[in-house]
């Protein structure tokens, strides 16, 4: 992990039809760029008719500098000989990330907390949320808070003002437990991934009150999803997911406590992996190298 | 537990209506009959208004001559004052239990080995399958097999045929992956819980093929549950539940292996704790103490 | 656990040689009182010469009016008849908690966060340091931060400020994270259970340095435990423990931020617990209800 | 998985001083012997002078035929350039593996199980014990049992006979809950790796009676340990380990019972990861990939 903070690394991720020797042409190119590979992930949908996905890290010296030519170089010797989909990043260039919240606190503060002591290979572009109980806590972090009330009546308004916060300004869009839903039409033109924390271990008890319908369902385990939105609610891919032990003696309560720290765990290491160029998406599922 | 299996150990499950002193009026009788408390669980699910349930193991010498007594004492001084629902049992009487299977073998053949061992408080009455396959590895535990064959014509002559085996020979039906579903003809008919093991971290993926659906929809953990058996299906009591993390690289058949140890994990617990009286149903929930 | 926040609400500890009729006597006297019983945990070390533990919560109306009444009662009809240690506790009246720390934030910020939002029954008399890093972060929370330097020359007179500001003073001191060794002689005069997260699965990697101990052995897992503090370093009763599974490829660096989500998930857990009089200490053991 | 058990699948693991253009060197080697790459992992320890591991599995038509000329090429290309140590197996011949067994039957009905369902990738030359009461269980799998008692006065015999059946016979002996101690002497001449499951989370409770230790020192979480067997009694490489947690009600019994699911579920991951040329032995501890 923190190699891959150092300058000079340089992170491609892949997705092409699976055929033969991808891995030799890519580590080909890599050692022929002078490159050293340090840590290689793929992984195959089948041998056959299947789809090829690979994360390979490797130091480059001069990376910065040399970006517009190994971009140049991948393009034209792996991108039209494999049908490849492919982004190269630098990772000493952390993500920029817009965080929305609501009213309540932990996956946002779990957030704020890991990125100031290190953990999280991000930079916070700011804080979005509708209410604005939470801005006094976002400000002492040094996060810009930005309140933007949503309501019935001015919803297209709100996702308006979103749009031009937002656009070709962040990388990543995390909803550390927004509770409105975003329209199809924003997820549209945001043009940059959005992440979403699910209370409950989808697909069980999707949609609002998951802690209550656990509850009366009598689960013996709750849990919760990190999950990319789509204009499907609850449907979109699933990057990481974790349960706890509850019992018949918890109320819905006591659930809700329980369940919070499952969600920030959960939420933070997905925003890990995203920055981190470990997940790529699959159809409606997810890789995670 | 192993206090539990001596003899002179009873249990003295109750359900009512919460109200004050039910503790000290259940103690209380305890002491009078010369017992001694070993263990006692309560919950209410609220104090006013709510529902209490207790589980109380105590010792009680000359247990099996004195019985008739005690539930005669227990019936006329506790139960008419609490409105209370109440069943007594002598631990040193293992439950009676009939074990359905079809092809699959690893739940089955679980409890098998953990009943030689000794870990689960039951007697075997037999094992009923609708295939023949296993019937050499049943015998080898000195375990009766019996084989009835079920297909879309003789339905009702195979359940009547377990029926003719079951009624009032068994306290317990366990579905170790037997693979028809009961009609509620049936469950009404057998006068004994069935509990069953689904393949899935209900209420995910309820129905057939659940590690299927589980690989489609992407999920980063799969699970097993053991429920009571209803007329509506997959919905019954959840008993006990419990997960494994997988990943993208997992086919079918792996989530299938890595399943196979949850479900066997999952049944033979819910089994242990049924046969040990720890599990109260109430609603479509249980209590498990 | 909310039901117990509530005014009336008692918990009775009581700890004694097991003998016949200890939860009749007890859940008599709460019934002869005028209390409920809300819940009652109780375990035996062995039926004949073992040691028996039982925690009782009930509501009882006028309970701080009536304490001193009830505590007279408890004493002279139970704890002589049965050689009983106990202890009577107001649930609506929280611990009051110090709180140590050094330079490292995340169980002191865990601790303080989950105060906040209510989860911990407890009050929290003030923060002291050996570092004054963390004060901003501390204040921010609304509580007193307190630096007291250590260094070789300055020991004991650090201690004897740290016995004027607690002695008397609090119910609880937690190490969280604090770096310094506390002298038999604190441990003796500061009259109130000391509590302390380790870095290790204890008794695993005891003493300093447990993340660099497990990188070097190749553990698969580490793990955090809470444990009250004796004068034998690392070697008293354990509260709580967990672990998080690790891999090879996991550095120093790395197995230190993944034991942080566990130290500080382990001391809060060790901390609501012994805040709700669920702990007791046996020998060198402790029961947990 | 089971793409590895297809014919032409290889094998190749390797390890090596870190150093640029391995990756590329070996995927290069490949793709010119006409093989495809479907898995590659690969460690470094550092950067610079750090030491890198590879599993490399690739489909290469005619394996079995071409294996002479395939390993020429590896010895004469990469071993020399890179100072390499390496392996090259054919994934569709199973490896040969002996298990000794004592009286305790958990471990070795698990392997033997899940061997016949087709779970481990290995072929059971025989078992061996020092005790005949296992016989039965083990012929009932069609597995050779091998008889050789041992005492304080044969123990040289015994393991003249034990070296007499497994050299130059088996790839892998697996200690399943075998509880004598092999001489180093044995250890040398054996030539094959041992692996063992010692019954505690290693390095606590080293030695006789873990749980009786675990319970002593009133651990929360209990645990098992599958490692490599060195002259240093449990102090050998770690392949794995996994623990379940306990409370203060379950005794010495109970925490053996609980233990025997952790030890047989660790073992047979272990056993399945070594016959899968997944672990490097790496100092005292082990690459996992």
């Given at each position: 992990?923190?190699t ?31 490159g ?8 195959s ?17 001069g ?33 920029r ?8 606190d ?5 957030l ?51 749009l ?24 549209e ?30 689960v ?10 789509t ?13 706890i ?45």
């Open positions: 992990m923190n891959e903070q150092r300058p000079d690394i340089a992170r491609l991720v892949i997705a092409c039809p699976d055929q033969h020797g991808i891995v030799a042409a890519v580590s080909d190119l890599i050692a022929e760029l002078g050293n590979i340090i840590t290689l992930d793929q992984y949908t089948g041998v056959e008719g299947g789809q090829f996905f690979q994360r390979t890290v490797f130091h480059l010296p990376l910065a500098a040399r970006r517009t030519e190994v971009e140049h170089v991948i393009e034209s010797r792996l991108a039209s000989r494999f049908s490849m989909q492919w982004q190269l990043t630098d990772a000493s260039r952390p993500k990330v817009a965080l929305f919240a609501s009213k309540t932990h996956c946002l503060l779990d704020l907390w890991r990125h100031r002591r290190g953990d999280l290979p991000m930079q916070i572009a700011c804080v979005i949320s509708n209410h604005p109980d939470l801005e006094e806590d976002v400000r002492r972090f040094g996060v810009e808070f930005i309140h933007v009330p949503v309501d019935r009546d001015n919803k297209a308004a709100a996702e308006a003002e979103h031009r916060l937002l656009k070709d300004n962040v990388d990543l869009v995390v909803l550390a437990r927004y509770m409105q839903i975003l329209s199809p039409d924003f997820l033109q945001v043009r940059a991934p959005v992440m979403n924390i699910h209370h409950s271990f989808l697909p069980a008890f999707v949609g609002a009150g998951p802690y209550q319908k656990a509850k009366d369902r009598g013996k385990l709750i849990g919760a999803t990190a999950h990319y939105v204009e499907d609610l609850d449907e979109g891919p699933i990057i990481e997911q974790d349960v032990r509850v019992s018949h003696a918890d109320d819905v309560a006591q659930l809700t406590r329980y369940g919070a720290d499952v969600e920030r765990a959960v939420l933070s290491r997905a925003v890990k992996w995203h920055c981190e160029d470990r997940v790529i998406r699959h159809g409606s599922t997810t890789i995670v190298f």
